[in-house]
Every structure is written in C-alpha cells, then in structure tokens.
C-alpha cells in the first residue's frame, strides 16, 4: 500500500498545484460582426446559436 513516509510541505503541495488554472472564454465574433461569449445568447440579434 502506498503510504507517504513523511508529510508534503505547503511550498511542495502549492508548486505542485500551480498548473490547476482556469481557462477564460474568449468571445466569439457572430455573423452579425458584434462579439459574444461562446454557448450565450446574442445580446443584439436575440438568436442562439
């Protein structure tokens, strides 16, 4: 059974963790030429798509 032999310090654990990051949605330019966020609804023709 795999049981660490000593305890993984904060430093060890947050370097570790710093890849975890969250990746913003980048707007999308409709037909219409405005920009909106991907998967909403176009604030200025009303349509999803």
Do not use: C
């Amino acid at each position: 059974m795999a049981v660490p032999k000593r305890r993984v310090s904060h430093s060890r654990a947050a370097k570790r963790r710093t890849h975890y990051k969250i990746k913003l949605a980048r707007p999308v330019k409709a037909e219409d030429g405005t920009y909106k966020m991907p998967h909403r609804i176009n604030p200025t023709t009303g349509e999803y798509k």
